[in-house]
């Protein structure tokens, strides 16, 4: 099993930043990789960013040039750093572990930007 924990939501004016932390613990070492993904109301839930164990990222489209993910692999934390946030980025953000057949996800955490 892995547990994956978040911080960092909140509330934030439109233009500003916010950075999140997810800390992974239990069975880690098959990790394939680690991303974010997030649920507006109404909206399916979808891929913001995702970092793989070799470093290989990507990004929503909507999000690229705007958020970065990085990972401190000696802490099991995986972040995403949100600059120039928009209202559309409105959403409870959740962080998503992968193994081969197997997905594990956060409680996750609420971003709301108001405009």
């Known amino acids: 099993q892995v547990q994956l924990v978040e911080s960092g939501g909140g509330l934030v004016q439109a233009g500003g930043s916010l950075r999140l932390s997810c800390v992974a613990s239990?069975?880690?070492?098959?990790?394939?990789?680690m991303g974010w993904y997030r649920q507006a109301p109404g909206k399916q839930r979808e891929l913001v960013a995702a970092i793989r164990t070799g470093g290989s990222t990507n990004y929503a489209d909507s999000v690229k040039g705007r958020f970065t993910i990085s990972r401190d692999s000696a802490k099991n934390t995986v972040y995403l750093q949100m600059n120039s946030l928009k209202p559309e980025d409105t959403a409870v953000y959740y962080c998503n572990a992968w193994k081969i057949t197997t997905d594990y996800w956060g409680q996750g955490t609420q971003v709301t930007v108001s405009s």
């Open positions: 239990g069975i880690i070492f098959s990790i394939n990789g």
